[in-house]
């Protein structure tokens, strides 16, 4: 599963993007500024940034100058009616035009990955009997395929990729529902709930609430 994020201005356009890229099987986070992009990117992995071009105009050519100084790619997103108009020297790893198709979209990103980091390796995260593979989306206890819903590896994925870090309900709110969603904080509790139900028994516990702040995912690996 490779991981983007989009950055374009706030509003219903960007909650339609993130909608439409989530429904590739790509793990979509949004923003509206690099601040939020670079404290994203040193809590978790991404692989593209994508970037709007309609959102942010004549200061693309910094826009992708200041991304590609956090060592991520860019893809550019045009509009139709600005495709005449494109200027080379804007130079971004690859750019889509708009209407997305999602097939599209895909390979695009999959081809900017592998001329960054070549054929792609096996990503699992490994926490004791828990494996999380984050290509096929598949979730293993021991052995034992454990059924999880698309929002339930999400949440799971993001907490066993940086263990022992504390998130709050508003962190994993915003990054694993998107930004702007309207569900509150309790559709958080909800899923982990859920998630806890699935993965948990009394000799595999992986996930801790930290009270009146959030959850983290426990540093298995360090136990003795």
């Known amino acids: 599963m490779y991981?983007?994020?989009?950055?374009?201005?706030?509003?219903?356009?960007?909650?339609?993007?993130?909608?439409?890229?989530?429904?590739?099987?790509?793990s979509?986070?949004?923003?509206?500024?690099?601040?939020?992009?670079?404290e994203l990117a040193h809590s978790v992995r991404l692989d593209v940034v994508i970037l709007d071009f309609a959102s942010v105009g004549i200061g693309a050519r910094?826009?992708?100058?200041?991304?590609?100084q956090l060592q991520l790619p860019t893809?550019?997103?045009?509009?139709?009616?600005a495709v005449g108009?494109?200027?080379?020297?804007?130079?971004?790893?690859?750019?889509?035009?708009?209407?997305?198709?999602?097939g599209e979209?895909?390979?695009?990103?999959?081809?900017?990955?592998?001329?960054?980091?070549?054929?792609?390796?096996?990503q699992v995260i490994r926490a004791g009997e828990l494996a999380i593979d984050l290509q096929s989306y598949e979730v293993t206890i021991g052995g034992r395929r454990i059924s999880l819903t698309y929002k339930e590896f999400q949440l799971l994925?993001?907490?066993?990729?940086?263990?022992?870090?504390?998130y709050t309900r508003e962190a994993l709110l915003n990054q694993v529902w998107g930004y702007d969603y309207l569900g509150g904080t309790r559709?958080?509790?909800?899923?982990?709930?859920?998630?806890?139900?699935?993965?948990?028994?009394?000799?595999?516990?992986?996930?801790?609430?930290?009270?009146?702040v959030g959850y983290r995912f426990r540093d298995v690996g360090n136990e003795s």
Request: with cysteine; proline share 7%; glycine share 6%.
């Open 75 to 81: 893809l550019l997103l045009m509009e139709p009616n």
């Open 28 to 38: 979509c986070r949004a923003g509206s500024d690099l601040p939020e992009l670079e």
């Open 157 to 166: 994925s993001l907490l066993a990729s940086n263990p022992g870090r504390v």
């Open 105 to 122: 979209l895909l390979a695009r990103v999959g081809q900017i990955v592998f001329r960054r980091d070549g054929r792609p390796t096996e």
């Open 187 to 212: 559709t958080v509790d909800v899923h982990i709930r859920r998630l806890r139900s699935k993965i948990e028994d009394p000799d595999h516990l992986f996930v801790e609430t930290i009270w009146n």
């Open 3 to 26: 991981s983007v994020f989009l950055l374009t201005r706030p509003g219903d356009n960007m909650v339609s993007l993130v909608r439409q890229i989530d429904q590739t099987g790509l």
């Open 85 to 102: 108009q494109y200027d080379p020297a804007l130079n971004p790893d690859d750019f889509i035009v708009a209407p997305l198709d999602g």
């Open 62 to 68: 910094s826009m992708i100058d200041q991304v590609g």
